[in-house]
């Protein structure tokens, strides 16, 4: 049991996926897929124990050994990664059931269920996976189902939104797959572990830089990174809450850790940073993503919308730190891609929890909601006040420990816009806020109510988790400076 | 190295470059869809050409026959395939509802129409 768990973690949601086609009562199917994912939890909590007690564990699926058969391996950065995507995934769940009532025709909830069941496999499937084109697969596993979530939005501009993603989502794939093909090409496996040690001979081949390109845009595609960000905003905004809170904390973190991975691991930090101009790339992106979105984000009325912008720039902090090519910016990058994580969840649950009550996410309905859902309007100004970076807050030790990799390569003009980037978030989280506290309601509103709580406790267990990992930076600093060595030190 | 020796990969290189320009230029959302698929076809055909050993045969267990493509990149290939059916699947589903929903399954329709829709939420 103790030695299969790698491919438990992903089939145990894999499995359950058709099972609530079989369950077909919502109800039911709620309380399955909850339990599932708590199984889920569980095991991923377990696999972490056993990587820090036997170190890298490496499973071969179906007793074939790599490099013919498919390996999974886990280390440190795999098995936190698990317990992020698992545990956020865990209590959204929570708050799903209230959530989708109101936002999906009963007919579809199970329907919904088994599209996140399989979205969660395949974001899962990502982060174990040793082999580089069952990254591909799983990679249009979580993209396909997510396609299917963001189409069941109740507004029409949902299905815009999700065609426009497919269409960005499998060039950015099939990008992904050319890049695979030309490693395998000249490489003749497919095993991540076997590339990193096959793949400084044929370094300085045209073929090599070709696919490492191609596989770098299909990525920044997938984690939209400024400017290929450009299916994001609306498929956040228009999809049903809950799969907004599920993708904006998860999908995009899970892309960059494929990012991570084949940037660090594969081709190794030597490829990566010194033939390629890669700090330049990132670093400019990474900024402009920042300035730019940040920017749009101020000029959004549609809250969900705002939201998803800032998604963007939060991002390019991401991409900014692994530009830096320093361990300290590495560990600002881990660092900001957990908080986020968690600074997103509790906004866009808290925002589900408006839309369950006011059935609108415009800058207008929430006039006068400071006083009349009071904890739920805290929730979101909490978050907001991480994204901002506020001390005390997640956010704040995420972007201290950028300036510091900034500041300590002697980048300082770039650490000032990383400040002004702060001081933009404060624009738009103020305008919300001047509304929600210093609005009066309009006339003909009648009073909303706070919100159920089965949506807020979970809002407020990432809130909290905003604020005590805020203050006691221990575990987070110190898993974020282990996994930044672990990537630092090449093949693993 | 002869410029049409290598002949195949000029012809993934022109799909490629088709569809593309396809999915880029077009704006009816069918069409797009055609695009994306010629598109993703270009790859399949650059993976089959990869494995491809000159004189060799398909890679059938036989005694006659020691020169044999490589059939890993075949198998892969099988598997992208099925990806891109549920991918062009998917997205005629969606583009059958944003018919129903819209009317259209053009592109600049449907943005006019949500632009409209924007001006009168405001």
Known sequence: MIQHLPILQVIIPLLAAPICFILKEARLVRWFVLI??????????????????????????????????????????????????????TITLMAAGKSLTKEIPESKITYFYIAYMLCLTGLLGIVTTGDAFNVFVFLEISSLASYTMIAMGNDRRSLWASYQYLIMGTIGATFILIGIGLMYMMTGTLNMYDLAERLPEVEHTKTVFTAFAFFLVGVCLKLALFPLHLWLPNAYAYAPSIATVFLAATATKVAIYVLLRFIFSVYGFEFSFSHLPLTEILVSLGLLGVIAASIVAIYQTNIKRLFAYSSVSQIGYMILGIGIGSKTGLTATMLHLFNHALMKSAIFLALAGVVYRVGSVNIKAFAGLGKQMPWTMAAIVVGGLSLIGVPLTVGFVSKWYLVLALLESNWWPIAVLVMIGSLLAIAYIWRLVEVAYFKPALQNNQSYKEAPLAILIPAWIFVIANIYFGIDTSFTVGVSEKTAELLFGGAR | MNFLEQYNYWIVILLMMSGFYIVIAHGNLIKKLMGLTVFQTSVFILYISISKVIGGTAPILDDQYTVYSNPLPHVLILTAIVVGVATTALGLALAVRIKEAYGTVEEDVIQEKDLQQEGSAE
């Open chain 1, 36 to 89: 599932a994912n708590v199984m889920a939890f569980v095991i991923s909590i377990m696999l972490l124990q056993q990587v820090n007690l036997h170190g890298t564990l490496v499973y071969s699926l179906g007793g074939w050994e790599a490099p013919v058969g498919i390996e999974y391996r886990i280390d440190e950065l795999n098995a936190y990664l698990l317990i992020l995507v698992t545990s956020i995934s």
